[in-house]
């Protein structure tokens, strides 16, 4: 995987629609009310500037007042009210709302930047990741003439410890500070995240209807010159996938790669982009088999796994199979490298980076692994516990667990899982007394005490 030519960048990519002309724009809806959600959001984004400009002019005027006052005489500074600041986006995965956001920011020259709130840990990290965007101007914009920004927060009903452990009231403070408009997206709605709800316009974004999917699928495959597909072949891939366009676009991509050979409606049937048994070979064999980067990448090369999805696959599985501090350090630190470069990808479009991405992420990752044995023996692989979906890929076993500890603390799903059962595990391996203790305080049955041993 040496190079990516123009021909090799991922459909959903290549046909991101560059402007709102160019999209086929969803229902939308606000309470009951069905909006045009382009209009609303680009009024949104210039009323924005408005208002902010104002503000920021009123607080030159307050600061300078503080300044010769004295303390219980000063004036409080303005701020510009939630609801004026950020919008949320509610819908399922690949009905286009980031689509929206990134051909609105393009169709008013402005740059856009995203975040991924659902892969941070803490109320720190989200803290730190977020603070610098939502600042007025970086040191860069006071040299050249720099585009108005637009902030996208993606997989907000995905961020940590949402009950209420300082995730929510940190968006909300940052919302209230920000210098530029944000637009969050969630896939559904959650309960914990209320109090941020009632602060900002929420939209509700539906799927396309399937026959306006139809017209979009025929479009790609008159310009990919696809002729093995009929429309009874197009609208199994719409059916198959329930609404989600970006789904849809990804299937073509795929039967289009498949054997000419094969008939078109068994490799529709066949088609699956996260296939759970390959994908498992998969992350084994990078860790296990690969000793260079040539066959990292030969292995990557082989398969059709999507190259996020793989991304997150290879992030969860990390720690089985690389077990010194320094190593995993550095794993992480490639990790993140990849991060970097896949943002630089979608902000500017530079799909010639995509190769150093899987170099990175898979490659870099891999070998970081210094100490092996020749027979290492069985590792075991699991799914990633929160995928772009936003679901949690539990066992039956498991989401009993979650549930049982949920009734004793009110804390989120990935606090359960990536804080309070880790710690579980090491109170219960610490003697068979302390894991009787649990089980009987949690009343857990055998199958769900074997998870903690």
Not at 20 to 40: D, S, T
Not at 168 to 192: D, G, R
Request: proline share 3%; with cysteine; hydrophobic share 35%.
């Amino acid at each position: 995987m040496t190079t990516v030519s123009k021909e090799n960048i991922p459909w959903v990519e290549k046909y991101r629609p560059k402007s709102i002309k160019e999209m086929a724009l969803p229902i939308a809806k606000v309470g009951r009310q069905k909006v045009n959600i382009a209009e609303e959001l680009r009024q949104f984004i210039l009323r924005f500037f408005k208002e902010k400009s104002k503000i920021n002019e009123a607080n030159k005027e307050i600061r300078a007042y503080n300044r010769t006052h004295l303390e219980k005489e000063q004036k409080e500074e303005l701020k510009l009210a939630p609801e004026k600041a950020a919008v949320l986006l509610e819908g399922p995965p690949g009905v286009g709302k980031t689509t929206i956001a990134y051909a609105l920011a393009n169709d008013l020259n402005m740059e856009i930047i995203e975040t991924n709130a659902s892969d941070t840990r803490t109320k720190a990290a989200l803290e730190n990741k977020l603070r610098e965007t939502t600042k007025s101007r970086g040191i860069m914009d006071f040299v050249v003439q720099s585009k108005k920004k637009l902030i996208l927060i993606d997989e907000i009903d995905g961020i940590y410890g949402v009950t209420d452990r300082g995730a929510v009231p940190t968006i909300i403070k940052l919302v209230e500070n920000t210098q530029f408009p944000i637009i969050m997206c969630s896939n559904e709605y959650k309960q914990n995240l209320k109090s941020l709800y009632n602060k900002i316009r929420k939209f509700e974004v539906e799927s396309l209807s399937n026959e306006e999917m139809l017209r979009i699928a025929r479009k790609i495959v008159a310009k990919e010159k696809i002729s093995n597909l009929s429309v009874k072949d197009l609208n199994l891939i719409i059916n198959k996938n329930s609404g989600d366009l970006r789904g849809v676009i990804n299937d073509l991509q795929g039967v289009s790669q498949g054997s000419s050979e094969k008939d078109s409606g068994e490799l529709i049937s066949k088609l699956s982009r996260d296939n759970t048994e390959d994908i498992f070979v998969l992350v084994r064999d990078l860790f296990q088999k690969a000793n260079s980067l040539k066959e990292a990448r030969d292995i990557t090369n082989k398969s059709n796994v999507d190259y996020n999805f793989l991304y997150k696959w290879i992030n969860e599985n990390l720690t089985s199979f690389i077990r010194h501090n320094s190593e995993i350090a550095e794993a992480y630190e490639n990790l993140s490298s990849a991060d970097e470069i896949f943002g630089r990808i979608r902000k500017n479009q530079y799909w010639s980076l995509l190769p150093y991405f899987y170099d990175l992420f898979a490659g870099g990752v891999v070998l970081s692994r210094k100490n092996r044995t020749p027979d290492e023996g069985y590792r075991r692989v699991v799914f990633p516990r929160y995928t772009s979906s936003g679901v949690f890929s539990l066992s039956a076993n498991e989401k009993s667990i979650v549930e049982k500890i949920q009734k004793k603390y009110k804390i989120s799903d990935i606090e359960v899982i990536q804080d309070f059962i880790p710690f579980l595990k090491a109170l219960c391996n610490s003697s068979r007394k302390q894991l009787g203790n649990v089980s009987s305080w949690f009343e857990l049955d055998a199958k769900e005490k074997k998870i903690l041993k």
